[in-house]
């Protein structure tokens, strides 16, 4: 069984590694509902208690299959969504962090995960348009009504965390950080230990490339995420499989996967650290449980700093228009 983490200072107490659950729905290839929710099922039999989703993943219709999978073993779980985009005929259109939106968003939400109560609510992006004191209010009057248990945010800059969190307490910040990603190591981790606010990292296997799986951008169809993602398009690609040579090579001689080195190189960066990548088949959900019990020692873990440090890492993590909805 995973061992639990405590996310911050605010008794939110989860599974060391979480289940991104947005792969089930959109984006990566085509969707197997009833292996999603076989991989839901399997995932809390082995521990996993952090559940993440959005309304607008689907939109809407991850949130009514994480829903339907934990229907009687809702009590076992820890349910992550969010609200922020303005969504537009099954599109995202920009933001929208009205603190009106916000709880029509919750109440919404509520409904399709079929609950009383949303464990931890995320502001997904940051909305310029509207202050983020307003946002947080609102979301405090959830809390106070019981819909809601702790605040998140996500992609958010420090100026942002810091008012944020001086109007309510945020419990989490969910942002992507992995070996391939460490835009949150010179001050915007500091800062959440400073804080008391835990990180939740998303896309910690680098959409697959850490994993070994992805393939050059073109080489995915065009209804898939991938195919936009400029690190793995041309020259980038080629950089970047270069710089994973020493993961590959540790993944060899510790009998493991690369995406559980990867894993497990996020779980030693700290205790107050809950990774959730995402899957949809049970066999890689496995695989990735099982990187909570594998040891590196200082000197692996330096080795793999220095050889995917942001120097040998090249492209952008997003396309300029998605790099826009960045708070930094």
């Known amino acids: 069984m995973l061992p639990k983490r405590k996310l911050g200072t605010q008794e939110l107490e989860v599974s060391a590694l979480g289940l991104g659950c947005l792969g089930m729905s959109q984006s990566y290839g085509v969707p197997d509902d009833q292996e999603s929710v076989a991989t839901i099922h399997r995932a809390l039999d ?23 999978a934990l229907a009687g073993r809702r009590d076992q779980a820890v349910i992550a969504t969010k609200f922020g985009w303005r969504l537009e005929d099954g599109r995202v259109n920009g933001t929208d962090s009205r603190p009106a939106h916000v709880k029509e968003v919750a109440e919404a939400c509520l409904r399709r995960l079929g609950t009383d109560r949303i464990d931890i609510f995320y502001q997904h992006r940051v909305d310029p348009a509207v202050p983020i004191e307003d946002t947080v209010g609102a979301m405090a009057d959830l809390v106070r009504e019981g819909k809601i248990r702790f605040l998140g945010l996500s992609e958010a800059g420090e100026a942002t965390i810091r008012r944020a969190h001086a109007t309510h307490p945020i419990a989490v910040l969910q ?128 080795a793999l700093d220095v050889a ?6 090249a492209g952008p993590r997003y396309n300029e228009r998605l790099m826009k909805f960045i708070d930094r």
């Open 308 to 313: 995917m440090g942001p120097e040998a890492i």
């Open 175 to 302: 942002s992507e950080y992995s070996l391939w990603e460490r835009n949150l190591e010179p001050r915007i981790l500091p800062l959440l230990r400073e804080l008391g606010i835990g990180l939740v990292p998303f896309c910690p296997l680098g959409r697959g490339f850490l994993a070994g799986s992805a393939k050059r951008s073109e080489d995915y169809p065009s209804t898939d995420w991938r195919f936009t993602d400029p690190r793995l398009r041309g020259e980038n690609f080629d950089r970047n499989v270069q710089a994973a040579v020493v993961l590959h090579q540790l993944a060899a001689q510790k009998s493991a996967t690369p995406a559980q080195i990867a894993l497990a190189w996020l779980l030693h960066k700290g205790s107050d650290i809950v990774p959730i990548p995402g899957t949809k088949r049970r066999c890689y959900l496995e695989e990735n449980v099982a990187a909570a019990a594998i040891s590196l020692t200082a000197g692996q873990m330096a």
């Open 46 to 68: 082995l521990g996993v208690t952090l559940f993440d989703t959005a309304e607008s993943y689907g939109p809407f219709k991850n949130e009514v299959l994480l829903g339907r």
